[in-house]
């Protein structure tokens, strides 16, 4: 957990320039808070912090690569709205829809190491921003459009643009510090999906104290130091998906057999070590950062 006077006047500016409930601290494993004006609403306010599984297996001793997709249009900075919700939190669910969340829980650890100059000589990275986004079990990225719009057997046909995050809905998205093994977990719910890309999860990792830079599409240089993407095994996909719904009526779909295959050109090639018992996905990932 972050800690410290700088994490703590962060905490309070982001308190008062939001406008949320006094003593909403901007700390990892502290729920999104339901405000008159937003419709996330976290699924319990007091969510136990997560343990984090050992490492031993998970990938990869090699810089991570950066996806093709790239970032995509769908990230949104902590500092990008002044009337916004702290992203910098642990449980990162929340409902829009009775019907759709908070869908199987999904445990994900990430470990952010600076590359050595050889072999596997790696060394944990702490104190470095890391967000994650996806799209929530019917495939609908919080904070655009309105929930429901998109068709699942229709590619997204969007680019960010200034008239973005119309909505103030965070949820499957937030931010974490590193800790001083390298460290940041988040809850989520595991993703659902849409026409055109394998189920994914998006990662970017900022130096601490980063600013936002607008509705860009790349974010490149200064306080950037990585932007990828994480998939996941199709055998594990195709078991959560028809294991509960909202995801299972959606394997009915067409277009569902290609997503889960895993073979998109171009993808960052990262598979996360998950697995998949009593009813929830627990997901790590090691990023190694290039040396330098």
Partial sequence: MPSGPEHDDRARRGASRRGVVAGAMATLGTALLPRASCAAVPPTRDSPRLLV??????????????????QGPFFIHDGERDDDVSLFRQDIRGRYDPEAEPGTEMQLHLRVLRGGSAGCSASPLAGVEVYVWHCDAQGYYSGFGDPGEQNPDEPYRFRPGPNDLKNNTRFCRGAGISDEDG???????????????????????????????????????????????LYFEPELIDRVHRASEPYRRRTAHPAYPGIILGDEPGSSGLRMKARFEKGIVTAQMQLVLAHG
């Fill in 53 to 70: 599984p050992p490492w031993d297996e998970v990938p990869d001793c090699r810089p991570s690569p950066t996806d093709r997709a790239g």
């Fill in 183 to 229: 460290v940041v977990s988040f809850r989520s719910i595991f993703p659902g999906w849409y026409n055109g890309r394998d189920v994914h999860v998006h990662v970017m990792v900022l130096q601490r104290g980063s600013r936002p830079r607008g509705r860009t599409m790349w974010y490149r240089g200064g306080d950037h130091l990585l932007t990828t993407q």
